[in-house]
């Protein structure tokens, strides 16, 4: 039995902080499991993408609240479950404790990065059917 | 390499896993910086958006749809054996059931996906 890999990381016992971190990427994955794949579908199935433009978005989509925060909070949960799962691969594969501080830290800028662009625009789109 | 080399399912499972969430990151970075341009520069998002629509933009919306589906599926696989590691037993089981799943869920979406290129009926919109 033990020959076999399980497939995914084991619970981490070292580190109270690992340990948050493997809890954290079951919740959040649980969470997407949910919320990703409603977006996919609504997205690509639901309504075709040759009939998605800006409008589409300020007055079909983002002119709810509501689809405003859940595309945030879809943000925010992808944000952390991509960026902390590219952290452990590049532990697997990235040696040499400067190496791997100098990549972990670039992989931080982006997320940073893509944190403000995304809240930004979610946050500010003006929507002329909003009230 | 990963077919010969003898890990067998568990380790396709693990390796499948870690292509298709790095896949999706890359993607997601991408797709972040697309629908700031709603905002920032609304005509380059429309013509960006018609890539989409595209034959080959539809492509690869398949492939991120099977990326998305694989990893979700896998996903809720090492989540019930970690909860419930007397599963660990079933690993490979639970494997080819997440491709059955996968063909029944991802097929229809295929299709629908597909359609508008070729013309074909779409019975879901």
Redesign the interface.
Known sequence: ?SL?????RP?PSGSRRELVLWYLM?IT??A??VL??AH??IL???????E???AF??DARWSQLFWRALDWTL?ML??FH??I??RT?VVDYVHGPRRRRAVIWSLYA?AAA?FV??T???M??PSPAMN | MLFRYRGREGMLAWAFHRISGVAIWAFVVLHVVDIYLVGGDPKAYDTILQVYASLPGRIAEMLLGAALLYHALNGLRIILMDLWPAMTRYHRALWYGSWVVFTGVGLPVAYEIMAPVFGWTQFFR
């Open positions: 039995m076999y890999s399980r497939s995914g619970r079951r994955g649980l997407l499991f990703a794949l996919y579908l690509h199935f639901v309504f075709d993408p040759a998605q433009n800006v978005i300020t943000l992808v944000l991509a960026f799962g590219v691969v982006i893509v662009l995304g930004s625009v979610v500010t789109l």
